[in-house]
């Protein structure tokens, strides 16, 4: 128990640089860029998913995390945000690395996923492209959390700002992290071990649990050769970390939230099946 509450005060802190640096972009872009901020980022967002997708395959989390704050202020776009969840990597890679495993094999999972996000992406801003998409201003954010960052500065107010998300992720670490220690990692294993066509479906919703435990099973299963390689994808596919929960937090429309999280999790079943299928 004393490791699962150490293991969420861990992951909060690693997250924190990633939600301070986008706090100050979201800060910057409204006091730095007035009124050019809109016509500047809907210039470039055409490109959000190409390097969602890229930023994504990094080994951290803390870019979906940062993904779900600036698609909260309508900074990057939903396919943006949906290409960095689907490519994110998190504890497949240094498991996978731990156990020496064929690094042409690494490359080809991580290039995968990375190419399914960015294909998934621009599919998703070019079905779901708003007639007048508005961009959400920080004071609006700041509004919504009362605060008073005009007073404060970019710097404080950024700092405030992460300070009080880094609270509510914290929080919902431990929680994740109890839950987890009292269902064990070893019942999560067993479901899976009954291969048929709903291990997809129970893949992709483990990959879901905002933790790194999601992943750790997974790989450890296809290391072991108990599950196929698509069941591991189905699950690296919508494991985006904590950023999932983050959303939920910092975008006030639940509508798209689930919306977005509902792609994702039928993208990892159906990518899993044809995998499989053609393998």
Not at 69 to 95: H, K, Y
Not at 127 to 156: P, Q, V, W
Not at 216 to 232: D, M
Not at 267 to 276: A, C, E, F, L, T
């Amino acid at each position: 128990m004393l490791d699962c509450l150490m293991d969420g005060l861990i992951d909060t802190l690693k997250l924190l640089p990633y939600l301070l640096v986008t706090f100050i972009i979201l800060e910057l872009l409204e006091h730095k860029l007035k009124g050019n901020n809109e016509k500047l980022l809907k210039k470039n967002k055409k490109f959000g998913p190409a390097v969602g997708g890229l930023l994504g395959a990094l080994p951290q989390c803390g870019f979906s995390t940062m993904a779900s704050n600036l698609f909260s202020g309508r900074v990057i776009t939903m396919g943006t945000l949906i290409a960095v969840f689907l490519s994110t990597s998190d504890e497949m890679l240094p498991i996978m690395l731990s156990e020496k495993t064929d690094i042409s094999l690494l490359l080809k999972i991580i290039g995968f996923k990375v190419l399914v996000g960015i294909v998934i992406g621009y599919l998703v801003d070019l079905i779901y492209r708003k007639k007048e998409e508005k961009h959400m201003h920080i004071h609006e954010l700041c509004e919504e959390e009362h605060c008073s960052c005009e007073k404060d500065g970019i710097i404080l107010s950024s700092i405030k700002h992460t300070l009080k998300i880094g609270f509510f992720v914290l929080v919902a670490n431990l929680l994740i992290n109890i839950i987890i220690y009292y269902i064990s990692e070893d019942t999560l294993k067993n479901v899976l071990l009954n291969k048929n066509i709903f291990t997809y479906f129970i893949s992709s919703a483990i990959g879901l649990i905002p933790n790194c435990a999601g992943s750790v099973v997974l790989t450890e299963l296809y290391l072991s050769n108990l599950i196929t390689l698509g069941n591991l994808l189905a699950g690296l596919l919508t494991g985006s970390g904590i950023g999932i929960l983050l959303l939920f937090k910092a975008n006030k429309n639940i509508k798209e939230n689930l919306l977005v999280m509902s792609i994702i999790y039928f993208v990892g079943v159906i990518i899993g099946i044809i995998v499989d299928f053609i393998l």
